[in-house]
């Protein structure tokens, strides 16, 4: 009997046509998933490049929000990394929209406005380009030439510390004055140009004189708890009294969120002839 192949029965046809359709399908559906997940990747890659642009521009709006305020130069060093005195190179400045700044230079009157022109990070103003190598919130570092360092704070931020440093005196509030926040004299830009028009003239002097005031401006600019030195005179005491009745009635007060408060002064400055040179910064 020759031997041939074995004869497949309908039954094993439908086994082996069920078996090859299964293993399609499984292919078929491992097929399906990876691309669904290569889909999902793909998603996920353009949703988080999408939320880092997003983040990108609202921390670059916010960065040029914050520099549209006031700022108060705190330290200036040359490019030696040597502090400069403050009297010398003490300058504020606010930032404004519509490409203004507004300048004040020390305690003098010059004030001014000036066009300003920002380019990324970088404020074209008189003609000097100034890179923005630092801006936070409450801090600001310009630089000038890759050399100078002018270092701010916001004046937002001096304003908070100024209304939370304070002490209590008979049951009176009372604050510090500052150099950007301080009780004004009537006719006067600053107090210091007052100072100098009261203190003694030259011819009353013994050599370069020492004056150190200390006193309270009232919220209502009374002035209470006087007291001071003169170093030039043998008799300061009379002279401290005339110049604190001079002032009466000249001052006026404080201000805090709108609100008058009372506040300690202290001066401190050398004075020679009608020159008034501030060796502190009353605080």
Known sequence: MAIGKPKRSFKNYLRGSFFILRIFAINTDRYASFNLFVNLISTMENFFTLILFLMFSISLCAQNNELYQSWIMQKTFDCHDIELPSNETKWNIEFKQGNKAIIDFNRSNVKGQKDIVIINDTILLNDSKYAIEKLVRDSLVLGLNDCKKFFFVSKNRLMQIQKENFFLYQGDTIYFSTDFNSPKVKGFANY?????????????????????????????GGLTNSRGNLSCLKNSEKK????????????????????????????????????VNSLSNPR
Request: hydrophobic share 40%; with cysteine; net charge positive.
């Open 240 to 275: 401290i009294n005339k110049i604190m009745n001079e002032m009466a009635g000249r001052w006026e007060p404080m201000y805090i969120e709108s609100r008058a408060v009372n506040t300690l002064m202290r001066i401190k400055i050398n004075h020679s002839g009608r020159t």
């Open 192 to 220: 210091m140009n007052y100072m100098t028009s009261i203190l003694p003239g030259k011819e009353n002097m013994e050599g370069d004189c020492l004056v150190q005031l200390q006193f309270i401006v009232r919220k209502n």
